[in-house]
């Protein structure tokens, strides 16, 4: 049993690994100061035991490495040190901790909010907890913009750089045996490598990167970020934030900071475009900055169907029937050979082609 | 299930009531970005009656899983359409965080201790990882 324990230092280990040669002197020394009987053992027993514990812990890394390397690409935060200090802590019981989570995710970004008001909107009692997707919901609901993060460590680390907290699914428990959690990251250290969390009843948890890599992935990575509507995102496609931004019915700022993105995106500038109708006239020339968007869609896109149409009927209400026809009939000409998904469009567009012929 | 088949005749005895389905809109009308987006991405118009019946079996759901009456609305409301597709799929099977380990037998128990002091998860509140540097 000696033997077992001094191969167990792991001080001998490396010895073993960086001479053979040295750590067999190093290991038979200490056999001089014992008794008589424990001479008895045989070195090469002893050997036998240091080579056995190195193995089985050389096995356990390659274990680990072997599971987690193609799931983690990158296995560590390359990342500083960020802590948030703007991000209140609600305690929450087990089964609370969606609308706990999200109370801070919210408070963070200036929405005041307590976890008991958000368990009326998200806590579904027969599942004894909260879906991703009703608290996705539940941001916009609050007048802030969810966006998804990809699923990467590096993402969730840019956004604490950047200044926003990231609310994230884990499971605590393992595949066969799930235990699902919501928790928000409010900081990194990179020094210690640990993840901060505001995690269930626990302010400020420290978790090493390593468990959070794996407790987080086992969730299928889900981490989101509450965006106001002035700024923009940090990593959505197009496609994703613009339906981002329909279903939140966001205003015209929200859609400008979108077609300073993508200025080439159609969808961007006729989701503007429309954003503007749907402000009250006294805003000023609603109109006309209506009438530029859909122009830019078209411009961008000459078979955005749906911008002719918006514009053809903005065109009409003002008495500018020609112009009107024009827009609408340019659109038509254009998609005629080009999609054939604007079939299910077209209709839409004869429809006001004839009500603006038939116009008195 | 019951309250969207009854959604469902209401509907369409108006339909034939009117002599029209609701979504085939006899006069122009703005297009909305919710359906140039579904336009683009799907090729195919977005329908009113569609939506409404799935959202109506989304509050069904809900009802089912015991949200309180009173807030089913403003919750199904929230949502958006294929939010409201997903969440009609996905209602009893989707990760639903704050779910409890129910029953954890003496050998899970061992286990889960032993995946704690590796890392790999975080059931108990007393573990701590082992240093894997």
């Known amino acids: 049993m000696r033997a077992y324990q001094w191969h167990a230092l792991p001080h001998s280990q490396s010895i073993v690994l960086s001479s053979p040669a040295r750590a067999h002197k190093r290991l038979i020394q200490p056999l001089s100061a014992m008794r008589g009987w424990e001479r008895l053992w045989p070195t090469h027993r002893l050997h036998c035991w240091a080579l056995l514990t190195m193995a089985l812990s050389l096995q356990g890394c390659a274990l680990l490495d072997a599971t987690s390397s193609p799931t983690f690409p990158d296995q560590h935060f390359a990342a500083n040190t960020t802590e948030l200090a703007d991000v209140p802590f609600h305690p929450a019981s087990d089964h609370q901790c969606g609308p706990g989570a999200l109370a801070s995710l919210l408070g963070q970004s200036g929405v005041v909010v307590t976890p008991s008001d958000l368990a009326a909107e998200i806590y579904l009692p027969g599942r004894e907890g909260t879906l991703g997707i009703e608290l996705t919901a539940a941001v916009r609901r609050y007048g802030r913009l969810p966006e998804r993060l990809p699923p990467r460590l590096d993402a969730i680390t840019q956004a604490l750089a950047q200044g926003h907290a990231v609310l994230v699914l884990q499971n605590l428990g393992l595949d066969w045996l799930p235990r699902w959690h919501f928790a928000t990251v409010i900081g990194y250290d990179a020094e210690r490598d640990e993840v901060l969390l505001h995690s269930g009843e626990e302010a400020r948890q420290a978790l090493p990167g390593f468990t959070f890599e794996h407790t987080w992935s086992r969730s299928g990575r889900f981490a989101l970020i509450a965006l106001r509507h002035d700024q923009p995102p940090l990593f959505a496609t197009a496609a994703d934030w613009l339906q981002t931004l329909a279903d939140a019915h966001a205003g015209p700022d929200a859609w400008q900071i979108a077609t300073a993105r993508w200025p080439a995106s159609a969808t961007a500038w006729f989701g503007l475009g429309n954003a503007w109708l749907t402000q009250s006239p006294a805003a000023g020339n609603t109109h006309s900055q209506a009438e530029q968007a859909f122009r830019q869609a078209l411009a961008a896109d000459s078979s955005f169907l749906p911008a002719a149409n918006n514009l053809a009927m903005l065109l009409a209400r003002r008495g500018e029937r020609p112009a009107a026809l024009l827009v609408l009939d340019q659109a038509l000409q254009h998609t005629d050979q080009a999609r054939a998904e604007a079939d299910a469009m077209r209709p839409a567009l004869l429809r006001t082609r004839i009500e603006i012929v038939n116009q008195p | ?133």
């Not at chain 2, 799935?54 to 069904?60: A, T």
């Not at chain 2, 209602?91 to 380990?101: C, K, S, Y």
């Not at chain 2, 954890?104 to 995946?115: K, N, Y």
């Open chain 2, 1 to 133: 299930m019951r309250s969207s088949t009854r959604l469902l005749s209401s509907v369409l005895v108006a339909a034939l009531f009117f002599g029209a389905l609701p979504p085939v809109t006899a006069s122009a009308a703005m297009i909305d970005t919710p359906s140039a987006l579904s336009w683009q991405s799907s090729g195919d118009m977005r329908t009113d009656l569609g939506d409404l019946l799935n959202r109506q079996e989304v509050r069904d759901a809900l009802q089912a899983h015991g949200v309180q009456a009173d807030a089913l609305t403003a919750r199904v409301a929230a949502l958006s359409d294929s939010e409201a597709r997903a969440l009609r799929q996905q209602i009893d099977t989707a990760p639903a965080g704050g779910d409890g380990v129910i029953g954890v037998l003496f050998t899970v128990f061992i286990i889960l201790l032993i995946t704690d002091i590796l890392g790999l998860t975080k059931v108990f509140p007393f573990t701590r990882p082992i240093n894997r540097h």
